[in-house]
């Protein structure tokens, strides 16, 4: 995961904290801020899935490299 999205993802999570600790939420911002989430959630799910594939992919190709060094 890249650093601008990391950054994007804390602010998003200081801003929905920041909301929390409000007394008094605005339905508007929090319907965005819950919005925001709901998108760099879905972002780090695609990240982490395409994460997911690229570590089989290596395990494969360390199995096949083993196989061909005990030949």
């Known amino acids: 995961m890249d650093s601008l ?3 994007k993802i804390q602010n998003v999570i200081t801003e929905i904290e920041n909301q929390l ?3 008094d939420i605005d339905s508007s911002i929090a ?4 919005n925001l989430s709901v998108n760099r959630i879905g ?10 594939t690229q570590l089989e992919n ?3 190709e360390v199995q096949r490299l083993s196989q061909i060094a005990r030949y």
């Open 5 to 7: 999205l990391q950054a």
């Open 21 to 23: 600790t409000k007394q």
């Open 31 to 34: 319907r965005t801020l819950m």
């Open 43 to 52: 972002l780090l799910m695609t990240h982490i899935g395409y994460l997911e």
């Open 58 to 60: 290596l395990q494969a």
